[in-house]
């Protein structure tokens, strides 16, 4: 069989599974073996690259990175930063759908995941939004596009997974995120002031309730110092940082803000046990599905392809890699996505001499946009199904929204200088600036 | 459920301890080792325990909004193709293993067969819990399931 019609049987056998019920994990690992049956490759060597996938030390990040948003949202430690938020931003104009956006700018940053970010907010502000009369499809929408910033703001669970298996500099993608991240969130935050629901109109917070939610958010918001501070300074891997992270929330937040919940930790750590195996089996199936992808050739084609069509233009190059995960980003997960088209990405990326965290951060947002598309926007399926609204309904009010995104990604991709400015500032190495040999500083390609 | 925590707790300590000894100038080695066995038996045995709670991502719930032996029949099927990556995981995963004898992990010297016996035994876990979903589903019906 040719290797062209292997390829389409593998696709297509995953797809259909995956389509019949079958969970993403077990339907990718079940098209791989078949296609591998047809191959000379050999059904245990399969099981090594099951077991390669996570076998990267940087994964351990991801376990972490959970574990901060579990700690944080079952300790209700977010409330404060939600009271924070509301001291901020309540009183403007469509005060609630500010806060939901703030909110998730601060919960961004001190966890990776969307999931748990779409999770506090329908609890926690959804309810209080459906009573200030905001239309509940705009509610689902705007907490499912808001969530998405936790993929951008550092510490992003796809950017690690992103650098652990393209070989990126984890550091420079949180900071390189953090631009994209900005936009996102102002983009929201225009978008609900001037077309979404005027909500009920609040007094400005005094300067006393002002302070008093700041000195309450003061402990969380500590968090995002530890992660970033951790790795800029070069104290603590991405890793490392994670743990720092949860020693940080165990020892200091907790005991100040909830000294109660410590009856419920053993349940969190076995859920968040339970959670981080989830994302992770899923690596270590695309993982096997992007080594036989690639032993099959396929990256070469599809680079190929693209670099037919683009020659060597970056923003070419780009533009058709953000359509193809575009389309990718509606059908499969975020993270095997990344896994599956990695070489894909790291032969254009070579090709084209872009820079890789530039590239990084172009995928990541455009994935991150992948959540909140149909079929498979979980972030969109998330909210609709927490704010007891129709998927289509909520799909309806996300569209306008979608202009938010788009206009994010093409910034980051016509304008790499302001998305790479941050590592270039904090962290040089991390986007191949070197030392200057005759004297201070760096010089930056 | 508790094993997933016991590994979770295993490796937040054994990164944090790691993180104290290198501190202090006289690093553990060996718990970087340690570090990822928790790890990697954490996500084998969560997957385990995530099939059982039908906790895994899934591309749609099709199923959901069916009834009667169609949907019957849908739920049988994904949990047949379930059962038979299981089995593949069992039987190539330990072909694998017997393979890992001849790597070892350093420092320790421990053979990398210690980590890959986590394959078949996610396996052997997966298809346990697949086949109690088939029994309980056929007996009761795939919609009473507690997800």
Not at chain 1, 318 to 345: E, K, T, Y
Not at chain 1, 383 to 398: E, H, I, N, Q, Y
Not at chain 2, 12 to 25: E, H, M, N
Not at chain 2, 55 to 71: C, F, I, P
């Amino acid at each position: 069989m040719s290797y062209g019609f292997l390829i389409f049987l593998m696709a297509f056998l995953f797809l259909l599974l995956g389509y019949l019920g079958v969970p993403v994990a077990f339907a990718i690992i079940a098209s791989v073996l078949v296609v591998t049956a047809f191959t000379p490759v050999s059904l245990a060597s399969m099981m090594t690259q099951l077991f390669n996938g996570m076998d990267i030390e940087a994964l351990l990040a991801v376990p972490f990175f959970l574990l901060v948003g579990e700690l944080m949202t079952s300790a209700n430690v977010t409330t404060r930063m939600i009271a924070l938020s509301q001291a901020l931003i309540g009183h403007v104009r469509g005060g609630l759908a500010q806060v939901v956006t703030l909110f998730s700018m601060f919960f961004a940053g001190v966890s990776g995941s969307s999931a748990a970010d779409v999770a506090v907010l329908s609890r926690s502000i959804g309810p209080d939004m459906k009573r200030e009369g905001y239309d509940p499809g705009f509610i689902a929408a705007l907490i499912a596009c808001a969530a998405t910033m936790a993929n951008l703001i550092p510490p992003s669970i796809m950017a690690v997974v992103y650098g652990a298996t393209g070989n990126v500099s984890i550091g420079g993608l949180f900071l390189a995120g953090v631009v994209p991240g900005l936009l996102v969130g102002i983009g929201l935050m225009v978008y609900s002031h001037f077309f979404g629901p005027v909500g009920i109109k609040k007094k400005r917070a005094s300067f006393g309730e002002l302070s008093a939610a700041a000195r309450g958010a003061s402990l969380p918001l500590v968090i995002p110092v530890i992660i970033m501070g951790g790795i800029l300074t070069g104290w603590f891997t991405p890793t490392e940082a994670g743990v720092a992270a949860v020693v940080y929330i165990l020892l200091v937040c907790i005991p100040a803000i909830n000294r109660g919940y410590f009856r419920r930790l053993p349940h969190d750590l076995a859920m968040t046990g339970l959670l981080y195996s989830i994302p992770l089996i899923t690596i270590a199936a695309a993982s096997a599905f992007g080594w036989m992808l690639a032993y099959l050739r396929g990256p070469a084609a599809v680079s190929g392809w693209i670099a037919s069509v683009a020659g060597n233009d970056p923003v070419l190059i780009m533009l058709l890699l953000v359509g193809l995960f575009i389309i990718v980003g509606d059908f499969i997960d975020a993270i095997p996505a990344i896994i599956i088209f990695m070489p894909i990405i790291l032969d254009l990326t070579q090709n084209a001499s872009i820079n890789p965290v530039h590239m990084g951060v172009v995928i990541v947002l455009t994935l991150a946009f992948g959540l909140i598309t149909p079929p498979y926007g979980i972030c969109l399926l998330m909210a609709s199904k927490f704010t007891g609204v129709r998927f289509g309904r909520a799909l309806r009010a996300s569209l306008p929204i979608y202009v938010v995104f788009l206009g994010a990604i093409l910034f980051c991709i016509y304008v790499p200088e302001a998305v790479l400015w941050l590592p270039k500032q904090f962290l040089p190495q991390s986007v191949g600036c070197f030392k200057n040999p005759s004297g201070d500083g760096y010089i930056c390609p | 459920m508790i094993l997933c925590g016991v590994a979770i707790t295993g490796f937040t300590v054994s990164v944090t301890c790691d993180i104290v000894t290198r501190l202090l100038r006289s690093p553990w080695l060996w718990l970087q080792e340690v570090t990822m066995t928790f790890f990697i038996y954490g996500v084998f045995i969560g997957t385990a325990a995530a099939t059982r709670r039908n906790d895994h991502l899934y591309l749609a719930a099709v199923t959901e909004s069916m009834s009667g032996r169609k949907r019957l029949a849908l739920e049988t099927f994904s949990r047949l193709v379930v059962l038979g990556v299981a089995f593949c995981l069992v039987w190539f995963g330990y072909l694998n293993v017997l393979d890992g004898f001849k790597s070892l992990r350093m420092p320790s010297m421990t053979p990398l067969a210690s980590l890959y016996a986590g394959i078949p035994l996610c396996g052997a876990l997966v298809a346990l819990f697949t086949i109690e979903q088939l029994v309980n589903g056929w007996k009761n019906g795939f919609e009473a399931r507690v997800t």
